[in-house]
């Protein structure tokens, strides 16, 4: 999960920490190195999707290139979240499958 906020109500979502000197300059050489941890709760698909129209109205024309730029985020996202919740779903009904064998092989 990469903490990105864009709008005032995302502040204070995650906490990010890492196992340093207890100064700035640790603490910000670890994160630029990967070496730190984040802890929040992901926001939903639809918040990823509002958040980034703010993000893409208040910028495109500055940054005309963020508009290829935040489709193919959008892609990854939305492909990325169908698969697992695809996944999801036939671990789910596997499960069921295997489970009803199981009380039929006992059933009998």
Do not use: W
Request: net charge positive; with cysteine; glycine share 4%.
């Amino acid at each position: 999960m990469e903490p990105d906020g864009h709008r005032l109500r995302h502040i204070g979502k995650v906490v990010s920490y890492a196992f340093c000197e207890n100064n700035r300059e640790a603490f910000l050489d670890a994160v630029k190195n990967k070496q730190n941890k984040v802890i929040g709760k992901e926001i939903n698909i639809l918040r990823k999707v509002t958040s980034s129209s703010f993000k893409l109205k208040a910028n495109l024309k500055n940054y005309p290139d963020i508009v290829e730029k935040n489709f193919r985020y959008s892609y990854t996202v939305i492909n990325s979240k169908s698969k697992k919740l695809r996944d999801n779903i036939k671990r789910s009904i596997n499960g069921r499958i295997e489970n009803n064998r199981k009380r039929r092989d006992i059933s009998f």
